[in-house]
């Protein structure tokens, strides 16, 4: 079975310092990859996502991801952090066309005004 | 896009006493649907899955039950709670391989 791995469980910064969040997946296969954001009180909603094509992908509120498919990788970027950013960041992975996405542990940033 | 209905936000039961928690979907039709557990640190543990009314797949053994009635209406359910059973519960919907929408979830404490 597939696994997912994000090495940062909490992370502090200040705004304007640059993010990156770490994300490993096992699956040898073709994978559709995904970030997750909980910000706090809402629903866990879609940040970006990764199915083919360009590895580099943009999604909301200036995030991005780049997918380098052999360090089974998928790390999320952010040049400039708010302190709206303030939220759990989850990656998840659905391996081989499955449906069922296996997620990270999570990551809490904190962003310090 | 879908919206999930899930209901109550937060719950108190004692040890013993049953549970339903209950999710709707709206927006969509045949949408496959999920029961998670959020633990802190722990990230989401997927529990149940359905692609279809009345076809439930258990991830891990435990407490719980989930059942699918009506195609876009998901139900979880314990006879007896254990504390162990306490946490957050996601509700969780989607077409195919594409993204989930989450429901707002449920804080279950058992004492």
């Known amino acids: 079975a597939q696994s997912v791995s994000q090495h940062n469980h909490h992370v502090i910064l200040s705004e304007a310092a640059s993010l990156e969040l770490g994300c490993n997946y096992s699956?040898?296969?073709?994978?559709?990859l995904f970030w997750y954001v909980q910000y706090p009180g809402q629903h866990l909603q879609l940040l970006l996502k990764?199915?083919?094509?360009?590895?580099l992908v943009k999604g909301i509120k200036g995030f991005e991801a780049e997918f380098i498919k052999s360090k089974f990788s998928f790390n999320l970027r952010k040049p400039s952090v708010q302190w709206s950013d303030t939220a759990e960041y989850f990656c998840a992975v659905n391996a081989g066309g499955s449906y069922i996405p296996t997620f990270g542990r999570g990551t809490s940033l904190i962003v310090h005004p | 896009s879908q919206t999930i209905h899930q209901w109550p936000a937060t719950l108190v039961q004692p040890v013993g006493s049953p549970l339903s928690l209950e999710c709707t979907v709206e927006?969509?039709?045949?949408?496959?649907l999920y029961w998670y557990r959020q633990a802190a640190g722990r990230g989401l543990q997927l529990l149940f899955y359905?692609?279809?009314?009345?076809?439930i797949s258990s991830e891990v053994p435990q407490n719980l039950s989930a059942s699918r009635p009506q195609d876009r209406q998901f139900i979880l359910s314990s006879k007896k709670l254990l504390l162990s059973d306490s946490g957050f519960y996601l509700c969780?919907?989607?077409?195919?391989?594409?993204?989930?929408?989450f429901g707002s979830g449920t804080q279950l404490s058992v004492l």
């Open positions: 359905s692609v279809g009314i009345g076809q």
């Open positions: 990764y199915f083919s094509g360009d590895p």
């Open positions: 969780a919907s989607s077409t195919g391989v594409e993204k989930l929408f």
């Open positions: 699956y040898g296969g073709t994978v559709n």
């Open positions: 927006g969509t039709s045949n949408p496959n």
